[in-house]
Each structure stands twice: as structure tokens, then as C-alpha cells.
């Protein structure tokens, strides 16, 4: 997930999110992608659609 400058941190995301991957910071959350499910919870909530999934592909599967 990226949150954009769209982002007012108005806390609803950290309030959604079921595993902690959003933290708060001073500007915008910072996403913890080790504990991101792709829910989409997040995105679905966020009042400013300021969070976009985004495609991690590993780097040895885009070797192929």
C-alpha cells in the first residue's frame, strides 16, 4: 500500500486496519508491508482516497 499526500492522517485507516500495518507519523501513516494482508479495508475507508494497493512482485519471481 502507498498513502499519497492526499492523506489528512485523520486516523480512520489505523482505526480499520485489522492487523497493524498502518502506524501513525507526523504527515501520513507508514505502511508495515510485513504485516499488510491486502485487505483493502484501508483503502475502502479512507475518506480522501489517499491509499493505493500496490503489486509487490518478489524479485525472483519477476526474473522469470
Known amino acids: 500500500m502507498t498513502v499519497d499526500a492526499r492523506c489528512t492522517a ?3 485507516c489505523l482505526a480499520t486496519c485489522p492487523t497493524g500495518a498502518l502506524l501513525p507519523a507526523p504527515r501520513r501513516p507508514l505502511v508495515v508491508e510485513a504485516r499488510c494482508t ?4 484501508c483503502v475502502e475507508i479512507c475518506p480522501r482516497g489517499a491509499i493505493t494497493p500496490v503489486l509487490v ?5 519477476a526474473a522469470r
Do not use: D, Q
Open 10 to 12: 485523520c486516523g480512520a
Open 57 to 61: 512482485v518478489a524479485a525472483a519471481e
Open 38 to 41: 491486502a485487505c483493502l479495508e
